[in-house]
């Protein structure tokens, strides 16, 4: 299988306040994960490449300061919502891809999580 | 960068009927084609996929089809039943680690 865990699924908090969601691949090693964004009825959008022992690689227009992502593990990876404002609202995925030499593995996801900063 | 077209954007269909879903990339480099459902609220899951060194492949009631000298694919689900219903994405990738771009996605309903 290839199962990724990611958590919380649901965070309710007020606006300023950092929130970590952990992104983790429960039976497999991931050398890279990615980290989406997506808004009602919209498409996923790509908000960095997190790789194992380096720094991430965000896309253009995401704040690096502002979304801080760790990658620590081959099976772990989080991301920090820092100082949250309402407009940080959002349901964020990430996805984890199997080390096995870069020949086009598939992604797999996590189950999201729904942040809400009122 | 790598631009994915998807169409249409909703497709309503009776159950039994065949739904068809069609994708355009723009990198000709692209080698990669997964698609994914997701449900409301839920996690993208990965329903197919199929590399350029094929045409077609089929999955019980799902096929994709590549034509890479049109870059496109098209995703085919036949006999659909209510439970198809959700929003589907394509997307392209380039290879290696390279990211996934995806589409804007399909919203599909199947009625009973």
């Known amino acids: 299988g290839a199962v990724v865990s990611q958590h919380p699924s649901r965070v309710i908090c007020k606006s300023g306040t950092s929130v970590k969601i952990e992104c983790r691949s429960l039976?497999?090693?991931?050398?890279?994960m990615f980290w989406y964004r997506q808004f009602p009825k919209q498409s996923l959008m790509l908000m960095a490449t997190?790789?194992?022992?380096?720094?991430?690689?965000?896309e253009q227009g995401v704040e690096k300061d502002k979304f801080l992502i760790n990658h620590a593990s081959l099976t772990l990876s989080t991301l920090t919502v820092t100082s949250a404002h309402p407009e940080d609202s959002s349901f964020y995925i990430c996805?984890?891809?199997?080390?096995?030499?870069?020949?086009?593995?598939?992604?797999?996801f996590g189950d999201g999580t729904r942040l809400s900063i009122l | 960068g790598e631009n994915v077209e998807q169409h249409p954007s909703t497709l309503s269909v009776q159950e039994g009927d065949s739904a068809v879903i069609k994708c355009t990339y723009s990198?000709?480099?692209?080698?990669?084609f997964p698609w994914y459902k997701q449900e409301l609220g839920k996690r993208p899951q990965l329903i197919i996929d199929?590399?350029?060194?094929?045409g077609e492949k089929k999955d019980q009631r799902i096929a994709v089809t590549l034509n890479k000298t049109a870059k496109h694919f098209s995703l085919h689900i036949t006999e659909t039943q209510p439970e198809d219903s959700a929003v589907y994405f394509c997307?392209?990738?380039?290879?290696?680690?390279?990211?996934?771009?995806f589409g804007k996605g399909t919203m599909l309903l199947v009625s009973p």
């Open positions: 997190s790789n194992e022992g380096s720094k991430a690689t965000y």
């Open positions: 039976d497999f090693q991931a050398t890279t």
């Open positions: 996805s984890a891809q199997k080390e096995s030499g870069g020949n086009n593995q598939p992604q797999h």
């Open positions: 990198d000709s480099a692209s080698n990669y």
């Open positions: 997307a392209a990738l380039k290879g290696g680690y390279s990211t996934l771009t």
């Open positions: 199929i590399r350029s060194n094929v």
